[in-house]
Structure formats: structure tokens, C-alpha cells
């Protein structure tokens, strides 16, 4: 069975400050790779996805994340952070023969402090 | 261009009433998808409906739940005499086309339902 792992239940950290969100997964077979964020009293809104070709994805709000297969990773990172990136962060896959469901991880809470 | 609207946002219902969650996808989608989030949990799929058709409904409990999107107005989830473990958020994608990887999905801001 495929599985998500997001071992940070909370990540807190400065504003201006570099975050890394990891993610880790679980499959025997190949999978797309998602990144959500769900900001508060919202819904979960797209980061960013990897399907192929260059392992390093650039997303929207200068987040990005860098696909390591043989780690089996999908750490979302972003260089200098702002209150406004405070949010909850979802790593999901889906599986490449059959995209129509998601597999989420339990999320990553980002608090980012002034 | 609304997003996906999910109502009520709040719903609390007594063990053994009956649940109704509402979904209006964004204009021009006619992709469906339930998910349920418990408490310390990830999203979990529940059903994926296309107009007036249930795609794939494997996440569903074989019980009390029910899922439609009819031709006309918004999908619905049910669910019949609630007990305590259906406290949860329930969200509702929409996209244009099915699939998560050929297009872009949208989700709504759920439903949180608590069973009192």
C-alpha cells in the first residue's frame, strides 16, 4: 500500500528565515508528487507538482521542492519565509495508473514568528 | 470566477440524525471529489463523481454514506444516523478534467461536522 509520512507535526521559524518541510513516501510503484497549502479558514490551494523531467519543482511563493528517488523525498523548501506563509502544508501522490485519487500526508503546521 | 463552495461550513448533528454536505463545483467543472480529514489525521478520499455518475466510490464506508452530483446543482454527501467517529472535516474538489496529474484541482474550505 502507498503511504505519505510528514514527520514534522509543527515546523516554527522565524520570519526571513530558510524552512524545509519534509516529506517522505511510500510506493512499489511510480507516483506524482504534490505539495498543498491550506492557509487559514481556506481551502487547500496547489503548491506545486512533479511529473517528470527535472528533479528540482518550482512552485508558486518562491517555494520549491526537490524529488530524490532513491530516498523516496519531497522536502518542500523555501529560503526566506514570511508571516503570510504561516499555513498548514500537505505532501500528497497519486499513482501513475491512476491519478484520480490523492494520497495525503497528516500535514506539516508552519508557524513563522516576527 | 467562484471557487468551490462547500456549505454549511459548520454542522452539528445529533448521534443518529441525518448529514447533508453540499458541494457547488467551480463553473465549467464537472469533476467531483470527496475527502474526510480526522482529528491528527491526512486527507482520506472518499468518493470521485462525475455529473451523475459515481467514478470511483472505493474510500466510501460501505455503510450510512452516500455520495451524488446530479445533472443539475451541487454534489451531495450524506450521511444517514451519524455517530461520533463521523466528527471530521469533509472537503470537496472540483476539476475540469478527471485526474489529479492532467489538470489542476480546486478545493473547497469544507465542511466541519461535529456529531454531539
Known amino acids: 500500500a502507498q503511504s505519505v509520512t510528514q514527520l514534522d507535526s509543527q515546523v516554527p521559524v522565524f520570519e526571513e528565515a530558510p524552512v524545509e518541510l519534509r516529506c517522505n513516501y511510500s510506493s512499489s510503484v511510480s507516483v506524482y508528487l504534490f505539495w498543498y497549502v491550506q492557509y487559514p479558514n481556506q481551502g487547500l490551494q496547489l503548491l506545486l507538482k512533479?511529473?517528470?523531467?527535472?528533479?528540482l519543482v518550482k512552485g508558486i511563493n518562491g517555494f520549491e521542492a526537490e524529488f530524490n528517488k532513491s530516498q523516496t523525498s519531497f522536502h518542500l523548501r523555501k529560503p526566506s519565509v514570511h508571516i503570510s506563509d504561516t499555513a498548514e502544508y500537505f505532501c500528497a501522490v497519486t499513482l501513475s495508473y491512476n491519478t484520480d485519487k490523492l494520497i495525503f500526508g497528516t500535514g506539516t503546521r508552519l508557524q513563522v514568528f516576527p | 470566477n467562484a471557487g468551490v463552495m462547500q456549505n454549511p461550513r459548520h454542522l452539528v448533528r445529533r448521534r443518529g440524525q441525518e448529514a447533508r454536505l453540499r458541494c457547488s463545483p467551480m463553473?465549467?467543472?464537472?469533476?467531483v471529489y470527496w475527502y474526510r480529514q480526522l482529528p491528527e489525521e491526512g486527507l482520506k478520499f472518499m468518493v470521485y463523481?462525475?455529473?451523475?455518475?459515481?467514478?470511483?466510490e472505493s474510500g466510501m464506508p460501505k455503510e450510512r454514506f452516500s455520495a451524488e452530483f446530479p445533472k443539475e446543482g451541487p454534489s451531495i454527501l450524506r450521511i444517514q444516523q451519524v455517530v461520533r467517529g463521523d466528527s471530521a472535516a469533509y472537503f470537496c474538489?472540483?476539476?475540469?478534467?478527471?485526474?489529479?496529474?492532467?489538470?489542476?484541482?480546486?478545493f473547497g474550505q469544507g465542511t466541519r461536522l461535529t456529531v454531539v
Open positions: 463523481l462525475q455529473k451523475e455518475n459515481i467514478i470511483d
Open positions: 463553473k465549467g467543472h464537472s469533476h
Open positions: 474538489a472540483s476539476s475540469r478534467q478527471g485526474g489529479f496529474m492532467n489538470t489542476e484541482a480546486f
Open positions: 512533479y511529473l517528470s523531467g527535472s528533479t
